[in-house]
């Protein structure tokens, strides 16, 4: 039914999500089942689900986690009162954070004790927002998701210094960069790496998508932001596009036949996703091969790794 397939060569899981995903792989053959993660590990049903199915528990809180037991923080970052309550537990935690994301917090630390105040763009109430923001007091950092965020702001904040959730592209924060740098006189800006590099190859490996296929599909959760975003981008660029949370139940409809299809995946989807929807379409594939990635991060030491012992 469907004419061809052209499957984009950059997609799916980052350096940040296999680091994250790795720890939990690890935790679990060390230790056994139960392993404790606050919020999910990464934003996707499927990782989450397999991962439940071996063991592994999902909390919101570490009030959670019973005495005894190890929590793994999730890729995206925390609270700084998650580490203070820590420290009064009798737990083991293994930071799954992304090193991208804390490579931001001390960025954003830095610049508030040489006198800055904080604009970080992102999305409210995403859990990288949240623990970022955390670091600092209320009144020295700002949150701005659009434009209009940026006109809402104290006329008083003196020098500013821009920071952004890692998880957008240059394409996402450039307008509301330019409306800081209008309104604001010193503006410092942040460093091009800070952007996630994963999240800016998958938008720009979906334009060129755009210019080949007659319609995109993305595969990643609901609660993705940067597949969701793919999918916003693909329809900027003048394709239609949807996103397909779950393959395995996805429905090839009519409105594909004898098109040519562009698939690609959000940056926390797994490849056997891919693999699934591509049996549904059932049509030949071509790879559009753009520039490779070769980012790693290193894992945290796990050697000695073990539950605390129960006193009493």
Not at 22 to 42: F, M, Q, S, T
Not at 221 to 229: D, G, L, M, T, V
């Amino acid at each position: 039914m469907v004419k061809k397939i052209i499957l984009a060569s950059l997609r799916g899981f980052c350096a940040g999500v296999i680091r994250a995903i790795d720890i939990v792989n690890i935790a679990l053959e060390k230790l056994g089942e139960p392993i404790y993660v606050r919020h999910e590990i990464v934003h996707n049903e499927h990782v989450k689900k397999d991962f439940e199915s071996r063991g592994v528990i999902f909390v919101d809180e570490l009030s959670e986690v019973p005495d005894g037991n190890c929590v793994i923080l999730s890729a995206h970052g925390s609270e700084v009162r998650v580490y203070e309550e820590v420290k009064k537990r009798n737990i083991a935690i293994i930071d799954a954070t992304c090193p991208l994301v804390i490579k931001v917090h001390l960025e954003m630390i830095n610049a508030w004790k040489k006198g800055y105040k904080i604009i970080y763009i992102g999305h409210k109430d995403h859990q990288e927002v949240i623990g970022a923001m955390s670091n600092l007091p209320n009144d020295s950092c700002f949150l701005a998701g659009s434009v209009k965020d940026v006109e809402n702001l104290p006329n008083n904040i003196g020098k500013v210094f821009i920071a952004t959730q890692t998880t957008l592209s240059v394409d996402d924060t450039k307008e509301i960069i330019e409306s800081i740098k209008n309104r604001f006189q010193d503006v410092l800006l942040p460093g091009a790496q800070d952007i996630c590099y994963a999240t800016q190859n998958r938008q720009d490996a979906v334009k060129e998508l755009a210019k080949v296929a007659d319609y995109i599909l993305i595969i990643g959760s609901k609660n993705s932001s940067n597949s969701n975003r793919l999918v916003e981008v693909a329809k900027l660029a003048g394709t239609d596009s949807e996103l397909v949370p779950d393959p395995y139940t996805y429905e090839v409809s009519e409105k594909l036949k004898g098109k040519v299809i562009g698939v690609s995946s959000g940056a926390s989807a797994p490849e056997d996703l891919i693999e699934e929807l591509l049996k549904k379409l059932n049509a030949p594939v071509e790879v559009l091969k753009l520039k490779e990635e070769n980012v790693s991060f290193k894992l945290p030491d796990m050697e000695n790794l073990k539950r605390p012992s129960l006193m009493g």
